[in-house]
Structure formats: structure tokens, C-alpha cells
């Protein structure tokens, strides 16, 4: 069954430090895997997306995720977080049909 | 319209009673799904609009919920005889047909009490 996996709950990284979000995923064939952000009370922002070719992929705000079929992983990245960073992310991955899977997220908090 | 509208933004109903939600999707985007997100449960998958397509509808959670698509745009969500577990926030997307990755609305906050 087709499943993604964010193994923290909470993340906590002062401003201008480093930031590394980790998701696996279990899929039979080539994943399409995607980056959501949510700021409290708002819908779902896509930061970035991978379907094929290079593996490091950039998005919006400074953000690059990385794919590695060898883990199953997808992990998000930002050489220097903000406070305005601090939401939730989320790890996606595309079924067939068009059904997006959501890993269950990652809130992130930002010390200044 | 520039982005995925959805209204209302909060509703607070009776236990029992009916709600309608409402999302208007982007202007040419032919796929509209519905997804909720609760507490505990996540963001899931209700309900999938493909132009004329017949709608996917296995992730209603029971016949209670139903959802209709007029005119291949605005799409209507509804749950009649609203329980407290119903509580959560409704999400709505839409994309263009054989996209990935859709643009999701803001939500509707729903409340049964």
C-alpha cells in the first residue's frame, strides 16, 4: 500500500540555522512526491514537486528537497530557516487516479 | 478567479443538522477534489471531480456526506445530519487535467456542537 512517513512531530530550530524535514515513502513504482506548507489557518501551499530527472529539486521560499529511491526518502531542506518559516509541512505523494497521500506533517518552530 | 474559494470560512452547526460547503475552483481548472483535516486523522482524501468523469467517491467516510459538481465548476459539498466526529476542516483543490499537485482553498472551519 502506497503510504508516506514524516517520523517528526515537532521540529524546533533557531533562526538562521539549518533545516532538514525527513519523509519516506512506500510506493510500487516511481513516485510523485510533493512539499506542502499550512500557516495556521490557512490552506495548503505547494512548495515543490518531483516527478523525474534530477533529484534535487527547488521551490519557492529557498526550499530544495531531495529524492533518493535507494531510502525511499524525500527530505525537505532550507540552508537558513526564518521565523516566518514556522508552519506545518507536509510530505505527499501522487496515486494513481490523482489522489494525493499526505504524511500525517511536520510542525516546525523557529526560536529567534 | 485567482485562487481556490471556499466559503463559508467557519460554520458552527447543531448536531443533526445539514451543512452545505462551497468551493469555487480556478477558472479552467477541470479536476476538483474535497480532503479533511482533522485532529488525529490527518489530511484525507473525500472526493475527486474529473470533468464529465464520473466523480471518485471512495473516500466518503458514509452516505451521510455527498457532493455535486455543477457545470464543471463550482462544487457543493454537503453532510447531512451532522455528527460531532464531523467536525474538522474542509479542504478543497482543483488543478488542470494530468497535472500534479493541486492549489488548495483556505478551508472551511466546521464545528458541530
Known amino acids: 500500500a502506497q503510504s508516506v512517513t514524516q517520523p517528526d512531530i515537532h521540529i524546533t530550530v533557531s533562526e538562521g540555522a539549518s533545516l532538514e524535514l525527513r519523509c519516506n515513502y512506500s510506493y510500487g513504482a516511481t513516485p510523485y512526491l510533493f512539499w506542502y506548507v499550512q500557516s495556521p489557518g490557512q490552506g495548503l501551499q505547494l512548495l515543490l514537486k518531483y516527478f523525474s530527472g534530477d533529484t534535487l529539486v527547488q521551490g519557492i521560499k529557498g526550499f530544495e528537497a531531495e529524492f533518493k529511491r535507494s531510502q525511499s526518502s524525500f527530505n525537505l531542506r532550507k540552508p537558513s530557516v526564518h521565523w516566518s518559516d514556522a508552519a506545518e509541512y507536509f510530505c505527499?505523494?501522487?496515486?494513481?487516479?490523482?489522489?494525493?497521500?499526505f504524511g500525517a506533517g511536520t510542525i516546525l518552530r523557529v526560536k529567534s | 478567479g485567482a485562487g481556490v474559494s471556499q466559503s463559508p470560512s467557519n460554520k458552527v452547526t447543531e448536531k443533526g443538522k445539514d451543512v452545505e460547503l462551497r468551493c469555487d475552483p480556478i477558472?479552467?481548472?477541470?479536476?476538483l477534489y474535497w480532503y479533511r483535516q482533522s485532529l488525529g486523522q490527518g489530511l484525507e482524501f473525500l472526493i475527486y471531480?474529473?470533468?464529465?468523469?464520473?466523480?471518485?467517491k471512495s473516500g466518503l467516510p458514509s452516505d451521510r456526506f455527498s457532493a455535486e459538481r455543477t457545470g464543471g465548476s463550482v462544487s457543493t459539498l454537503t453532510i447531512q445530519r451532522t455528527q460531532q466526529e464531523d467536525s474538522a476542516v474542509y479542504l478543497c483543490?482543483?488543478?488542470?487535467?494530468?497535472?500534479?499537485?493541486?492549489?488548495f482553498g483556505s478551508g472551511t472551519r466546521l464545528t458541530v456542537v
Open positions: 471531480f474529473q470533468g464529465n468523469s464520473a466523480p471518485d
Open positions: 483543490a482543483s488543478s488542470f487535467a494530468g497535472d500534479y499537485g493541486y492549489t
Open positions: 477558472s479552467g481548472h477541470t479536476a
Open positions: 505527499a505523494l501522487q496515486k494513481y487516479g490523482n489522489k494525493l497521500v
